[in-house]
């Protein structure tokens, strides 16, 4: 028999590492044949370092991400966010609604304590801005309802009553008219006393009683305010039980409660067709 060619192991590094199993064909020059036929191979013995496995991974991650790979990636996202997006929008909703419930009872509490202290509730302020105006009346440039209604009196923060200025405010209200926050206060059912003061509003809260209303976030719907074609809105979405859209906001009540309604419907019930 001739002289077989010897193969050494191959080790790459030192130390721990892959084996790998190669095959090499013994059809050198010089090599004994006579017993192999062509295709036989030989097995032979390879260790990869802990760093050529780093290497081999790298050429396979660079790669990247083929186009049909990319584009169920962005698919999957896009069904993710219209999931989520509702849920988000509907919590968010939910938490400015109860935002505004809480001003509103803040609200009734300093109003009804006024009227403690005072044997009767305060009139109204009359015209947009941070100073009290609770003898004038300003015709479309009033504190709510864009302008078209008298708003919650600013006696009750200059008294302390109610210390806060933000509470005066509807969230969503104020969210929705960022510009024209001075005009969207919480609406009041009352007047500034040029225009009858508690005998000037929907009401006369000093001699009518029962389910009457104190405040409100709007009550004035577009159609009945100075400007009919503005975007006044009531704020809190939409009525489930009949489908009604933008028509739901929050009440104060005159004996403090605090509620949701369709103010739509509560404002065509008292056969109001504007003021």
Known sequence: MGTKVARATNRIGFGRGDRRTIHE????????NRHSSPGDERIGTVFLSPLARVHRGSERSA?????????????????????????????????????CKSNLRALGQGLLQYKLDHSLFPPAVGCAGREPSPAKTCLGMGPAALGSWDGVPWALANLGYVPDREVFY???????????????????????????????????????????????????????????QSKLKYPHGNDPET??????????????????VNGLREYNRQGNTGR
């Open 25 to 32: 064909p013994e059809d050198r020059p010089g090599a004994d």
């Open 63 to 99: 790669r990247g991400f083929t186009l049909l790979e990319l584009l169920v990636v962005i698919a999957v996202i896009l069904v993710l966010i219209a999931i989520a997006l509702p849920n988000f929008l509907g919590a968010q909703r939910r938490a400015r609604s109860v935002q």
């Open 170 to 228: 509807c969230p969503v209200m104020a969210g929705l008219f960022p510009e024209e926050k001075e005009s969207v206060r919480y609406a009041y059912n009352s007047s500034a006393t040029d225009t009858g003061g508690a005998s000037g509003g929907a009401n006369h809260l000093e001699k009518d009683s029962g389910h009457l209303w104190l405040c409100r976030c709007a009550w004035l719907p577009a159609f009945a305010s100075f400007d009919p």
């Open 243 to 260: 489908g009604e859209k933008d028509v739901l906001e929050n009440v104060l009540r005159i004996n403090g409660a605090v509620e949701t």
